[in-house]
């Protein structure tokens, strides 16, 4: 009887563009199968072991109860991001009422975080239902995240990038989302997918051509891959991870 086929779910955004390009052209990995997925989704596939390893939120973490990091690589940023931002027609000390972007339980949780321990502001928080990235303009301040943002930024006078905003507060590095295993898989497998991703990172621009295919018009993407995101989940970032987990348990 065949091996059962390990399941991967990712997020489906371009950020992960080199993650994806490790996985499906490295040569490295066989017998597997991979679903992209918002966030959201994504947490849940893994939370309810519907998937077997994926790139969940980090917000996700402290809800599961046997887990195991796999690799050396994250979706993280030194500083400014840019994909992960407050945007508001208001100043912060103003803020009444913000709207929370669904798609993510780590971003819900850090401007929470942020405006709590470090803008020292108490506004409402509403979830975000509204199908259409256009009506989001009308808010008077809202949580975006991902690809949506790119085409938000302009429309509101206000923008705080989230993971910027976390620097100034800590002098860390953040941490959105890691790859994490839910069971019980060949050793070989979990190797070979950690040099997959790492081939991914190396080949960045290869990863680009190959998988973005024009759909970014409005953004520098190779900027934005090599400058704004930060995939190595190094000591400082594993520092950070841990002290985001400690305040999210804490409000």
């Given at each position: 009887?065949?091996?059962?086929?390990?399941?991967?779910?990712?997020?489906?955004?371009?950020?992960?563009?080199?993650?994806?390009?490790?996985?499906?052209?490295?040569?490295?990995?066989?017998?597997?199968?991979?679903?992209?997925?918002?966030?959201?989704?994504?947490?849940?596939?893994?939370?309810?072991?519907?998937?077997?390893?994926?790139?969940?939120?980090?917000?996700?973490?402290?809800?599961?109860?046997?887990?195991?990091?796999?690799?050396?690589?994250?979706?993280?940023?030194?500083?400014?991001?840019?994909?992960?931002?407050?945007?508001?027609?208001?100043?912060?000390?103003?803020?009444?009422?913000?709207?929370?972007?669904?798609?993510?339980?780590?971003s819900?949780?850090?401007?929470?975080?942020?405006?709590?321990?470090?803008?020292?502001?108490?506004?409402?928080?509403?979830?975000?239902?509204?199908?259409?990235?256009?009506?989001?303009?009308n808010?008077?301040?809202?949580?975006?995240?991902?690809?949506?943002?790119?085409?938000?930024?302009?429309?509101?006078?206000?923008?705080?990038?989230?993971?910027?905003?976390?620097?100034?507060?800590?002098?860390?590095?953040?941490?959105?989302?890691?790859?994490?295993?839910?069971?019980?898989?060949?050793?070989?497998?979990?190797?070979?997918?950690?040099?997959?991703?790492?081939?991914?990172?190396?080949?960045i621009?290869?990863?680009?051509?190959?998988?973005?295919?024009?759909?970014?018009?409005?953004i520098n993407?190779?900027?934005y891959?090599?400058?704004?995101?930060?995939?190595?989940?190094?000591?400082?970032?594993?520092?950070?991870?841990?002290?985001?987990?400690?305040l999210?348990?804490?409000?």
């Amino acid at each position: 009887m065949p091996n059962k086929a390990i399941k991967i779910t990712a997020i489906s955004y371009l950020n992960t563009i080199p993650f994806i390009y490790g996985i499906q052209k490295s040569g490295l990995l066989d017998n597997y199968t991979l679903q992209l997925e918002v966030p959201s989704v994504s947490a849940k596939k893994i939370l309810n072991h519907k998937a077997d390893i994926g790139l969940v939120p980090v917000a996700l973490l402290e809800n599961l109860k046997d887990y195991q990091i796999i690799t050396d690589y994250c979706i993280g940023a030194q500083g400014k991001v840019k994909s992960v931002v407050l945007l508001s027609h208001k100043p912060l000390a103003q803020i009444k009422t913000v709207f929370l972007d669904v798609d993510s339980l780590t971003s819900v949780n850090l401007v929470k975080v942020l405006a709590k321990h470090y803008w020292k502001i108490n506004p409402e928080w509403k979830n975000q239902t509204e199908p259409k990235v256009k009506a989001y303009e009308n808010y008077e301040s809202i949580v975006a995240i991902g690809d949506k943002t790119f085409d938000l930024i302009n429309k509101f006078e206000f923008c705080y990038d989230l993971s910027e905003e976390w620097f100034n507060f800590t002098g860390l590095p953040f941490v959105f989302a890691c790859w994490v295993s839910v069971s019980a898989i060949a050793e070989q497998f979990i190797t070979n997918f950690s040099k997959a991703i790492d081939y991914g990172v190396k080949n960045i621009g290869q990863s680009i051509n190959e998988i973005s295919k024009g759909k970014y018009e409005n953004i520098n993407i190779t900027e934005y891959l090599t400058q704004q995101i930060s995939f190595k989940f190094d000591d400082k970032k594993r520092e950070a991870l841990n002290l985001f987990l400690k305040l999210i348990a804490n409000h």
